[in-house]
């Protein structure tokens, strides 16, 4: 089975309680859960949160839209990931956060594609070069991939981001980047700070209204090439290296 593991938490220190705060109506963690449901070649949608009591309204959400979820480690998020991953008798597993309210199903179908295709290990849209919208990332690895990082990632780093060890030890692993063929780097479609917030809602509200809840990322970019101002809500906060 192919699903989509979405990682959702409302510790965040940046943004609390980020992942259900409601963007248009609905809190953020059904744009990330929905838009993955349209992935072709996902069977399952799975949020992996944890067992911290903070979380309980992410299980009741859950519980509320017949949404599968597993609750694990709270700080080690590579262990939640494979055990969500045994759990539900997954074979590739693709990792999305819950902070991505423009997640793109074709470009998940895109990254399954090449796994399956070209009998990679491990398929991402970010890696050396960050050439994609900070905010469409998108990683997909088989249950072996993540068995084996699971098994001999040791550093807190490792297992709190999941893939580290396995970008780290590119000799253990068949790994495969597919780069945007220009820079879009400094658009950030993330969720992490307040005016990530803003922005989110504003463009939301437009692309929906416009286009639907199964836009395309590129229908966004349209928008904020119509709408540069709206660019400028977040552009002050920098994307992360990693």
Known sequence: MT????????????????????????PMLYYSVRRSSFAKYADEVIVATTTSEIDDAIIQWCKNNGIPYYRGDEEDVLDRYYQAAKEFKVDIIVRV?????????????MLILMLKNFDHDYVTNRWKKRTWPHGLDTEVLTFNTLEKAWKE????????H????????????????????EDLSYIRLTVDYPEDFMFAERVLSIVISKYGIEFSWKDVM???EKNPEL????ENRVNPKF
């Open 97 to 109: 956060t819950s902070d991505c309210p423009f997640i793109d199903p074709e470009i998940i179908d």
């Open 153 to 160: 990632a040791r550093e807190p780093f490792e297992r709190e």
């Open 3 to 26: 699903a989509v593991i979405i990682q959702a938490r409302l510790g965040s220190t940046r943004l609390p309680g980020k992942t259900m705060k409601e963007l248009c109506g609905k």
């Open 231 to 234: 660019r400028r809500i977040n």
């Open 162 to 181: 999941v893939t580290p060890y396995i970008l780290r030890h590119p000799e253990l692993f068949r790994i495969h980047e597919v780069p945007y063929r």
């Open 222 to 224: 349209k928008i904020l």
